[in-house]
């Protein structure tokens, strides 16, 4: 693989993880502005409308990434020989129940570092 494709491959990995902070800053964000508001009960529905139109944004970004990274990275593990069939399932089950962590490992260690040349021992 490339190095450029190896390096967008890697900012794709980390972009669920950024999604899930920028979710996590908008939902504090719409509470916060809904305690300072409270009183305004004018301003309540457009308020709640326009932060869960984002929250939403956000959420379905985070998990359309993360489907795609899943479905790529599973079969990128399925079709890698480079490593063997037990770490293979191990790592089918790394994106299955810890996928926004697994992306970037994986992306690290089996991507990222093929191909470089390996320090002499």
């Not at 970037?104 to 002499?120: A, D, F, N, S």
Request: glycine content about 4%; overall charge positive; some cysteine.
């Amino acid at each position: 693989m490339a190095r450029h494709r190896k390096i967008l491959l890697g900012i794709v990995s980390f972009l669920p993880i950024v999604l899930l902070f920028v979710y996590m800053a908008t939902f504090f964000r719409f509470f916060i502005s809904l305690l300072r508001h409270a009183q305004e009960e004018d301003m309540l529905p457009p308020l709640v409308m326009e932060n869960i139109a984002w929250m939403l944004l956000v959420i379905i970004l985070l998990a359309v990434c993360s489907l795609a990274l899943k479905v790529y990275f599973i079969i990128h593990a399925i079709n890698n020989t480079a490593i063997d069939s037990t770490e293979r399932i191990v790592w089918i089950l790394v994106f299955i129940f810890a996928g926004l962590i697994g992306f970037p490992v994986y992306w690290y260690m089996r991507i990222w570092k093929e191909g470089l040349p390996q320090p002499l021992t």
